[in-house]
């Protein structure tokens, strides 16, 4: 068959050639304006009119602006991940823990390969939740991602320098040293960079969490989340034709071993008991013994307890509390 027509060049367009520089111009410095304040099809129009002598149509000057404006829009593409791979965010949602009300802030580690996830809810996204959240995701998975992946949340990242480069936070730093995985990062604002976390934060708040939780406690909670992530296993996704249990397999051979200690998922501070025998951490005053006012003393914060010792003697167990002002004394 001979081949078909084929275009030579593009088309002549005897009344809106010259000003297609012009309204390619317009388009340019939009990119760099407010969305409030870039020009529509309707203005570059009016314009083209008024300011260069236009004799043409509003419709001509649309169809033109709406095909260039295709041009441009962000593309995307499937991705294959490999397997050995995680990303890392946290989400909220509301519940009943012990009778009272609260935000419920949750972990999230997702597999990228098998989709698996390990979930864990803590009183607040705090620093010893974020390292608590990771030790607890590499017990139950039974190793070490090779990477994660995660956005730009203050507990990871303490600066964002021009050229991008992230600096990270001492926390991640010692978390990453004692587990060795390689660190990555979205770009700001962009959740399909770590697209596979965030699709799982919203199923776990509709399927997991919905109705809203009432639990004895975050123990009880997290129990129920553990048994939900491994029935999870059993699903087949769309696309897929084994299970994410079975897919899961090929991630496990990937992770890295875990090391023979357990990094200490707390937050570490010296400070000096006052005249009082009050230590303050976070807002909040936790009492020691009048023997030990105006000592130095260290903090060792964990997620539901907070621990004073002073030299090698620990001191004082307090159970954390997450409200401020607030004044916890021996129990």
């Known amino acids: 068959m001979p081949p078909g027509y084929c275009r030579i060049e593009p088309p002549y367009k005897p009344t809106l050639g010259p000003y297609v520089g012009i309204i390619g ?11 409030k304040q870039r020009h529509t099809a309707k203005r570059i129009f ?5 300011e260069h002598g236009y004799t043409g149509s509003l419709t001509t000057v649309t169809y033109y602006v709406r095909k260039q404006k295709r041009k441009t829009k962000e593309v995307f593409v499937p991705l294959s991940h490999a397997a050995g791979h995680a990303q890392v965010d946290f989400g909220e949602t509301l519940g009943v823990i012990g009778g009272a009300e609260c935000k419920i802030h949750f972990f999230a580690m997702s597999l990228s390969h098998s989709d698996a996830v390990f979930v864990k809810a803590y009183p607040a996204e705090t620093a010893a939740a974020f390292c608590d ?3 607890s995701a590499f017990a139950f998975f039974g ?3 090779q990477s994660i992946l995660y956005d730009n949340t203050k507990i990871a990242v303490a600066r964002i320098l021009g050229n991008k480069t992230r600096i990270q936070t001492r ?6 040293s004692h587990y060795l995985f390689e ?7 962009r959740g399909n960079d770590k697209g596979k976390v965030e699709v799982m934060i919203g199923y776990v708040r509709r399927n997991f969490m919905v109705p809203a939780p009432r639990y ?3 123990d009880v909670l997290n129990a129920h989340l553990e048994e939900q992530c491994l029935k999870r296993q059993g699903d087949k996704l769309r696309g897929h ?8 397999m090929r991630d496990l051979d990937a992770l890295m071993g875990l090391p023979v200690v357990v990094y200490e998922a707390c937050d570490h501070i010296s400070t000096r008991a006052t005249s009082i025998s009050m230590v303050r951490y976070k807002s909040n005053d936790y009492s020691v013994l009048v023997a030990y006012a105006h000592h130095d003393v260290q903090i060792r914060a964990y997620v539901h307890e907070v621990i004073i010792g002073c030299g090698n003697e620990i001191i004082a167990r307090h159970k954390r509390s997450y409200t401020k002002a607030d004044m916890i004394f021996d129990p």
């Open 216 to 218: 004895d406690s975050f």
């Open 46 to 50: 009016e314009r083209l009119r008024d």
């Open 241 to 248: 034709s084994k299970t994410i249990g079975a897919r899961l």
């Open 183 to 189: 660190d990555k990062f979205g770009r700001p604002a």
């Open 171 to 176: 926390r991640l730093t010692e978390l990453q």
């Open 143 to 145: 190793g070490i991602p």
């Open 133 to 135: 959240g990771h030790v």
């Open 25 to 35: 111009e317009i388009l340019r410095l939009n990119k760099v304006l407010i969305k």
